[in-house]
Antibody, heavy 120, light 112 residues
Framework: EVQLVESGGGLVQPGGSQGLSCAAS????????MGWVRQAPGKGLEWVSS????????HYADSVKGRFTISRDNSKNTLYLQMHDLRAEDTAVYYC?????????????WGQGTLVTVSS | DIVMTQSPDSLAVSLGERATINCKSS????????????LAWYQQKPGQPPKVLIY???TRESGVPDRFSGSGSGTDFTLTISSLQAEDVAVYYC????????FGGGTKVEIK
């Protein structure tokens, strides 16, 4: 069974940093691009970042460019998102998801998400 | 960036009736070279992550009931639920993957 499990969410102060992880299982992780999508409370979906299967290609939404870094460790089947200079508007559930057909494709499946709250 | 606009924001449909959700992109999400439409549809139930229903605008994901269908090309797309069931109450999102990735704002489907 394909499974994605996020961790690392929590309460962080404005201007602070937080790192998220996503442990993948049930598929050949190194064969797929992966992405992060977030959802602010009561709001819609916002794509955050994607990374190619080897990790050499990355792409970011303008809203997080320069503050967030996506990476992966294919030997550990794990995706990461390092977030810096966090703002109140970064408060959201962060989902990791497999991208089925390259960095620009649909997402399937999704993890259950981890909540990041940016507040003093 | 390509902006995806969904309509309506919400709709209430009687059980067994048809539900139609529209998604319009600010520019084409179709390549004429391969005649593919780079658009997906998702269903998100309360407290759950999204689940893909349709990709390439009209290809149904394995296991998705055939009452769900996608259509359209270029900039205008539609998700149709032919006979609404109680378990279809959810928010539905479109997503383009033609140029980077962007999502529509979502359409909430309820029972009338």
């Amino acid at each position: 069974e394909v499974q994605l499990v996020e961790s690392g969410g929590g309460l962080v102060q404005p201007g602070g940093s937080q790192g998220l992880s996503c442990a993948a299982s049930g598929f050949i992780f190194s064969n797929y691009a992966m992405g992060w999508v977030r959802q602010a409370p009561g709001k819609g979906l916002e794509w955050v970042s994607s990374i190619g299967d080897s990790g050499s290609n990355t792409h970011y939404a303008d809203s997080v460019k320069g503050r967030f870094t996506i990476s992966r460790d294919n030997s550990k089947n794990t995706l990461y998102l390092q977030m810096h200079d966090l703002r109140a508007e970064d408060t959201a559930v962060y989902y990791c998801a497999r991208q089925v057909s390259g960095m620009y494709s649909w997402f399937d499946p999704w993890g259950q998400g981890t909540l990041v709250t940016v507040s003093s | 960036d390509i902006v995806m606009t969904q309509s309506p924001d919400s709709l209430a449909v009687s059980l067994g009736e048809r539900a139609t959700i529209n998604c319009k992109s600010s520019q084409t999400v179709s390549y004429s070279s391969n005649i593919k439409n780079y658009l997906a549809w998702y269903q998100q139930k309360p407290g759950q992550p999204p689940k893909v229903l349709i990709y390439w605008a009209s290809t149904r994901e394995s296991g998705v009931p055939d009452r769900f269908s996608g259509s359209g090309s270029g900039t205008d797309f539609t998700l149709t639920i032919s006979s609404l069931q109680a378990e279809d109450v959810a928010v539905y999102y479109c997503q383009q993957y033609y140029s980077s990735v962007t999502f529509g704002g979502g359409t909430k489907v309820e029972i009338k």
